[in-house]
């Protein structure tokens, strides 16, 4: 059974960093892309980053580029979303998702992110 | 960033009737390899978002055949023949063919 397990979320000061982690099993973690959903509460999906099933291309949204990283590690399964300078505005719940035909298949449950002072 | 527009706003629709939702992207979702990548999802309240169709019209596994999908280029449209209870909740479209991948705002099916 495919699973996805987000971890790491909390409170965090606007401007501080954080790591949330999404734990994959049930399947060969390095035949398929992964990619981190946000959900702002009682909002939509937004799209945040991506990582190939090879780990050679990344890509981010333009509200997040140059301040998050998306990253992995194959002897863990684990894909990892490194947050730099957090804003009120990142407050969200972080899904992470595997992806078929460029869309996410599987879905973690989500980890909660909250910034403020 | 590819807009994706759904409509109408909101759907309020009687057990037994047809449901219809619209998707519309700012471009063509063809991909340079032919295919066209458009996803729709439904989100349950409290639950994360499952895929209900891939690549326009594909359902995944699990889905009833009540449920399906429809479209080309820039229009796309999730249809429900009967609506069930269990189909509340609120229907976001997806495009992947282009990065970063891109979702519509989302329309939330009431059950009347």
């Known amino acids: 059974e495919v699973q996805l397990v987000e971890t790491g979320g909390g409170l965090v000061q606007p401007g501080e960093s954080l790591r949330i982690s999404c734990a994959a099993s049930?399947?060969?973690?390095?035949?398929?892309?992964l990619v981190w959903v946000r959900q702002a509460p009682g909002k939509g999906l937004e799209f945040v980053s991506g990582?190939?099933?090879?780990?050679?291309?990344?890509s981010y949204a333009n509200s997040v580029r140059g301040r998050f990283i998306i990253s992995r590690d194959t002897s863990k399964n684990t894909v990892y979303l490194h947050m730099g300078s957090l804003q009120p505005e990142d407050t969200a719940f972080y899904y992470c998702?595997?992806?078929?035909?460029?869309?996410?298949?599987?879905w973690g449950q989500g980890t909660l992110v909250t910034v403020s002072s | 960033d590819v807009v994706m527009t759904q409509s109408p706003l909101s759907l309020s629709v009687t057990l037994g009737q047809p449901a219809s939702i619209s998707c519309r992207s700012s471009?063509?979702?063809?991909?340079?390899?032919?295919?066209?990548?458009l996803s729709w999802y439904q989100q349950r309240p409290g639950q994360s978002p499952r895929r209900l169709i891939y690549k326009v019209s594909y359902r995944d596994s699990g889905v009833p055949d009540r449920i399906s999908g429809s479209g080309s280029g820039t229009d796309f449209t999730l249809k429900i023949s009967s609506v069930e209870a269990e189909d509340l909740g609120v229907y976001y479209c997806m495009q992947g063919t282009h990065w970063p991948n891109t979702f519509g705002q989302g329309i939330k099916l009431e059950i009347k």
């Open positions: 471009q063509s979702l063809v991909h340079s390899d032919g295919s066209t990548y």
């Open positions: 990582i190939t099933s090879r780990g050679d291309y990344t």
């Open positions: 049930g399947y060969t973690f390095t035949n398929y892309a």
């Open positions: 998702a595997r992806t078929t035909y460029t869309s996410p298949d599987y």
